[in-house]
């Protein structure tokens, strides 16, 4: 099914070059069904390349998708127009009034500082408590990951000796798990990040649960029981190449970085990398928007936080 995005938005001549079905605002307008309603709070730098990326994921749903782009307001962009921002991001205080069947918070490069250094951390806060009784579910990636968990459940981040930057094996350990419905037991996934949470911080806290963990890259997917909360350590949404760019450009500013691990083949960066993890990433969005967003929402968004909305399971 497809993607409602805005018609100018730089991403749909990407995906729809991808054969992927993107849907115009015009043509949504005249189809006689309630989309789902999906928010996407990009923090990454490179938002234009954040924003094609996740809505690649987006695309395989069972359902309309009208996304929709957020920004913060206290932090000032300048890997991105001026023009592009005010084109097609909004910020909080035009969307705080109203309600969302689902959010997906990204990533971001400032995980060395503690979360209340972040300039924007005060703004984010505010929206992460928002959600609560705005947003139906919350799909949290790498720092957005750390940070959800941290402000939700008080679950602290520790500093790693040096990046964990590859694609790395991951095991499934709830099967069980809606949300990894159809994942091989094994399956690979990258990571680029200089933090890490602790599985045993998570599996002490009555309120998580741990879905998939890598022997080498700690954990990858965690949940709140309730399923209102998501978080996901890695970046399910990165392109092939995108593990070689910031190699590349960490290489330029003259920092001693190490290959990513099991990336390049036979670890030669003059080959092209392959991705290893497209089809895992694709479920693992399907998933989440099928089970805990379009078979559980509201029909009726006034109701998402309200009893009418309760436990999922």
Known sequence: MPIKIPDALPATDVLEGENIFVMTEFRAMHQDIRPL???????????????TQIMRKLSNTPLQIEVSLLQTASHESKNVSEQHLETFYTTFDEIKDQHFDGMIITGAPVELLDFEDVDYWDELAEIMAWSATNVHSTLHICWGAQAGIYYHYGIPKYELPEKLFGVFEHEVVK????????????FRAPHSRYTEVHASDIEAHPDLELIAVSEEAG???AKSTDSRHFFVFGHPEYDAGTLMVEYERDIAKGLDMPLPCHYFPNDDPAQAPRATWRAHAQLLYTNWLNYYVYQTTPYDLAKVGTEEDGNRG
């Open 37 to 51: 309603k999906v928010l996407l709070l990009n923090l990454m730098p490179t938002k234009i390349v954040t924003e």
């Open 219 to 221: 954990v990858y997917i």
């Open 175 to 186: 099967p069980s798990s809606p949300l990894v419905r159809g994942f091989n037991d094994f």
